[in-house]
């Protein structure tokens, strides 16, 4: 059921529409990591001077500099675990786009969808962004003294929290907020390996770009799999 949903979602990315979802999320994705390094750039030119001297060695130069290059190695790294909160923020805005092309496409004879309030929308969207960042943020810190388990711990713990926010955003669209959870709760261990899934390529640089809006047509699909609609 998983993997039948992926697949669908990877030919969605193909129809009409669905690669200009997928570059205002990379323009938006891009925008807000070169403005953190941007930002850091010129933190590091603000409070770092030019040169210096040392005794015995003489005045050394150019160390704005040489911290603004390693800086951009230290963001391409960083990018690996932050790029998972990154993405994620931007999940609101995509899935209503990507979830009504899908089932357009795939399940045409379905009612028309539960509509959510901008107030509701904005909400679950900040709500998620918040515990996602806040997760990552104390599992970076927890990687480095726990190596071997580090990558159980990181698809383990996103596999969780993004299988559970991009299953309930697609189910509300069809169902109450206490439906949506119930039935959460009943495929949890379905929606958590779906979510792991989907945390392997958010770890890969470049192709994370693209995940949000395949992971928002994959969790559609996933919804109607478990409903029961062969599409």
């Not at 205002?24 to 930002?39: C, D, F």
């Not at 931007?90 to 899935?95: N, R, S």
């Not at 795939?106 to 969207?125: A, G, I, M, Q, W």
């Not at 929606?191 to 958010?202: F, K, N």
């Amino acid at each position: 059921m998983i993997f039948a949903s992926y697949v669908k979602a990877w030919g969605d990315l193909l129809r009409p529409g669905a690669m200009k979802v997928v570059g205002i999320g990379v323009a938006l994705s891009l925008g807000l990591l070169i403005a953190i390094y941007v930002a850091m750039v010129w933190l590091i030119g603000w409070l770092v001077p030019d040169s210096f001297s040392l005794p015995f060695i003489g005045e050394i130069g150019h160390i704005d500099t040489a911290l603004s290059i390693v800086s951009a190695g230290i963001m391409l790294i960083a990018s690996m675990f932050l790029m998972v909160p990154v993405a994620s923020a931007f999940t609101g805005f995509f899935l209503e786009d990507v979830a009504e092309m899908v089932e357009d496409a795939h399940y045409p004879t379905l009612p028309p969808v539960r509509k959510l309030s901008l107030f509701e929308s904005l909400s679950d969207t900040l709500r998620f962004f918040g515990v996602i960042i806040v997760a990552n943020l104390i599992a970076l810190a927890i990687y480095p003294f726990v190596i071997p388990l580090a990558p159980f711990l990181f698809f383990g713990l996103n596999g969780y929290l993004l299988g559970r926010e991009y299953f309930q955003m697609a189910a509300l669209r069809r169902m109450e907020r206490d439906e949506a959870r119930a039935l959460y709760e009943r495929n949890k261990a379905t929606v958590w390996a779906a979510g792991a899934l989907m945390a392997v390529p958010l770890s890969i640089p470049l192709l994370n770009l693209f995940v949000p809006v395949l992971g928002a047509a994959g969790f559609t699909h996933l919804f109607h799999a478990i409903m029961g609609r062969r599409g």
